[in-house]
């Protein structure tokens, strides 16, 4: 079993050879790739390794390349949310993280699959087919972010970056056995991420390690004067790389285990909670009463703000544009074709939601459920350091299955959305295996103690061996 | 006299007002200087609406609201916040607007205007701030336009919508309250009120205690009357003939001086307001001590000001307060010659020849209106000359001293009998009835009052000449 590649190994890498041979293995095995996980490769990721080979790079990530979700704005390579509406869009301008993972010496190796405007736990909706799993590629690899969980599983790139709405980030890194990260909401700059539900948000990496996980945050967090929701506090994110969780209390809450778990997820869970025990930590059962409403506020916020937020795709500035009698009728043939059914699907009840005489009934009401949601963590935070449970109720399951039935397809979010509601940082590590398929847990944490979550995660992983197993479609 | 408002007319009027001379945009960087630009050079990917932009508060113009607030005598809000306006047109990059909804950055205010029964108080409701959207362009003419065209310049400038209540009670008052508005707005330094779309009225007009109707598209001061004029006859004549007015909205045709319905009631958008996500509550209070520290001397109070400072009537007072720029002008001549002298000269006269020719106080000189006053006061030259010097310099340039010399328009000594002769008659009505009834020894008494008026510089025979000539007219 060769180990996986990290960013350290990488940088050796570029120093026995070059970047540009690194980047160009890489290019080369997307190639290759059977799980459709790159939406397209950059053109320029050669030049860019050449250029660092040529000058030399003093930054941290100098030569590195990474995988960029197809909704975070790249100039000059296109950026479409893999949505036919946005069709043949290139930016014009870089993301505040792609001008930060630049400015480090990152190769921007190309976008990756997503489900179409990162509605989804699956990455089945993207206009440009579904990404699959590289554990079972009958299997979806979980979403939205469910390209740049794949390709880092399945080494077609070493690191990547995603964004999470609703858990985006975990359940796809959960579901491929990779760790990823939902930072606070206002740790790093949306600033080109292109909006789906702007308040719950967060763009966040994923990597092979917890290592790599806060290398990245290192590079990518931070203030940014262009969002306004941007927090400006310092942090060096590789100084939590500690083995140490002793003393440290987790709270368990009862209701991530709820209805419809899998028992192996479930035992999977409860195993890693007690290697932790083993390591010196403490951990309690506790309760947030309020999960239960979390979902039905999470969707009518984020469909309210996407009915909103994706008004402005109407074929008159860029992207796909149908052919119409006058722009009212352009505009929504523009829209009819150009936007999946799940789109459309939230767009409507978002706009319902918001009506004049269901405003209050819906919107008004799913906003003050966040607020009990928020002080539910923030009570629970109170006694313990970390909260933990599965990040996925279930593993990663068939391609199809669950597409044409939303609600079932919402219900697997159960366990991650009300950490977007309440703003709190979380982590998905590898935790075991249940039929096969890799498990996530979920470590999570206070507002902007990333610190503490990313200690509890390292810790885990020295302590364990689930995050070295490969998928066999890497072997 | 208490004005009886025999129609129940009701007004209240929403002016856009974009703040022009702010150097950035409300949301973004771009440059507020897009006038004579070339379309779409002034954009970025936040007034553009590109995906992934987000918009960061002009700071500046949140203070400039403020100012404006307190200007209006609004109370400005602790805590203000920014909501969507959602609603699809091709001008708005973003398909919604962002714009205040619950809890606009001023409210409460109130403004004095001259009313149809002197000074009125007219409400105003609130004043919030929001982005202005772009500009359509039809290619030729909107009927038979092949295309149009779109120019984001003016997208996502700042406006502040100033909402009044239905205070006024005819199309005249609307027109003095969009004066006044004008007019503390200039003392702002807030906007330059002569650049295109630089403030834009919407009416909201009922008559007899009926449905409101909504006037768009009126696109200046003297369009908003002539609209009101026609709307209140138009709702008065459709309830005469038995018809019931309803809530809706119309368009005003400026070229036929009509309103055509737009849309009613049933039709208005749902704009499905929700708080903008991107920005965050941005707290106002703390502000406001510093904002009101740099508020100028308003109209009001300068009017007051000049009535008791130089002893000048209302209606002088008022005419010199109404711009920034005048009243400055007038409180620069009063400070060399006679003040209410000044009032006379600057107010009556110069603004006069000025709003003749369409000029504003810049085309004429402090130096210049001095010199013109001092000549006639020191007796050289007479008031008509002043006033044709005052024409040349406006319609050929040149200084007063030149034209002076140029046209001969100094006082000579025949002028100066003459006056005195004028004077003398004038002055002494018994005399001159004694001497036309036939007393011939009353001439004498006016040639001497003559020579007293000339100190003895005039010839005696010419002015007792001068004077009989004048007596036979």
Known sequence: MTAWTDISGIRHKIADSSAEEVTASYIEKIGKSRINGFTRVSEEALNTAREIDANGHNGPLAGVPIAIKENISTKGLSTTCSSKILEGYVPPYDAHVIEKLKEAGAVILGKTNMDEFAMGTSTESSYYGPTFNPWDIERVPGGSSGGSAAVVASDEAPISLGSDTGGSVRCPAAFCGVVGLKPTYGCISRYGLISYANSLEQIGPLATNVADIAALMDVVAGYDNRDSTSINRENNYSDALEDDVKGMKIGVPEEYFGEGIDTRVEKATWDAISNFEDMGATYEKISLPYTKYALASYYIIAMSEASSNLARFDGTRYGFRANGDNWHDMASKTRAEGFGDEVKRRILLGTYALSAGYHDKYYLKALKVRTLVKKDFNKALENVDVLMGPTMPTPAFRIGEKIEDPLSLYLSDINTVPINLAGVPSISVPCGFADGMPVGLQIIGKHFDENTIIRAAYSFEQNTDHHTRRPPEVE | ?473
């Open chain 2, 1 to 473: 006299m208490v004005y009886e408002n025999p129609d129940g007319v009701k007004i209240g009027l929403e002016v856009h007002v974009q703040l022009n001379k702010l150097n950035t945009k409300l949301f973004c960087c771009c440059s507020t200087d897009y006038h004579d630009s070339e379309p779409n050079t002034h954009v970025c990917p936040v007034c553009l609406g590109l995906p992934g932009s987000l918009p960061v508060i002009n700071e500046k113009a949140v203070e400039f609201a403020i100012k404006i607030g307190l200007a209006l005598n609004c109370s400005i809000v602790e805590q203000t916040q920014f909501h969507r306006k959602n609603y699809y047109y091709p001008d708005l990059p973003k398909g919604f607007q962002t714009t205040q909804y619950d809890y606009p950055i001023a409210g409460n205010g109130k403004i004095i205007i001259e009313g149809e029964d002197g000074e009125h108080l007219v409400g105003i409701t609130r004043a919030h701030m929001e982005e202005d959207p772009g500009r359509l362009q039809h290619i030729g003419s909107i009927d038979r336009s092949k295309g149009t065209l779109i120019n984001y310049n003016r997208s996502g400038m700042t406006l502040i919508e100033i909402v009044s209540e239905p205070d006024m009670r005819s199309p005249k008052e609307a027109r003095r309250y969009l004066d006044k508005l004008r007019s503390i707005l200039d003392y702002l330094d807030v906007f330059d009120g002569d650049l295109e779309g630089a403030m834009r009225v919407d009416a909201n007009v009922s008559v007899f205690g009926g449905e409101r109707v909504e006037v768009k598209n009126i696109s200046s001061f003297k369009g908003a009357e002539r609209a009101l004029l026609y709307e209140i006859m138009r709702q008065k004549n459709h309830i005469r003939r038995g018809g019931e007015i309803t809530m809706e909205t119309r368009h005003f045709d400026e070229a036929r001086g009509v309103t055509i319905s737009m849309r009613t009631k049933e039709e208005e958008h749902d704009y499905r307001y929700f708080p903008e996500p991107d920005l965050v509550p941005l707290r106002v209070a703390d502000r406001v001590p510093k904002v009101r520290e740099t508020l100028p001397e308003l109209p009001d109070a300068k009017k007051e000001r000049f009535m008791k400072e130089y002893g000048l009537a209302d209606t002088h007072a008022r005419a010199l307060t109404t711009e920034i720029k005048v009243a400055e002008f007038y409180e620069e001549v009063a400070s060399k010659v006679d003040p209410k002298t000044a009032a006379v000269w600057v107010s009556d006269i110069l603004k006069g020849e000025l709003n003749y020719r369409d000029l504003t106080i810049d085309a004429f000189t402090v130096e210049d209106i001095v010199a013109i006053i001092e000549l006639i006061t020191g007796n050289k030259i007479t008031e008509q000359s002043g006033i044709e010097i005052i024409r040349t310099v406006l319609d050929h340039g040149g200084r007063p001293m030149d034209i002076v010399n140029e046209k001969g328009l100094l006082k000579v000594e025949d002028d100066i009998v003459a006056t005195a002769v004028e004077e003398a008659i004038n002055e002494n009505p018994e005399a001159v009835a004694d001497y036309l009834g036939g007393k011939e020894k009353s001439l004498n008494f006016l040639v001497g009052k003559v020579m007293q008026k000339t100190k003895g510089r005039a010839d005696a025979r010419e002015a007792r000449e001068k004077l009989i000539a004048k007596l036979k007219e």
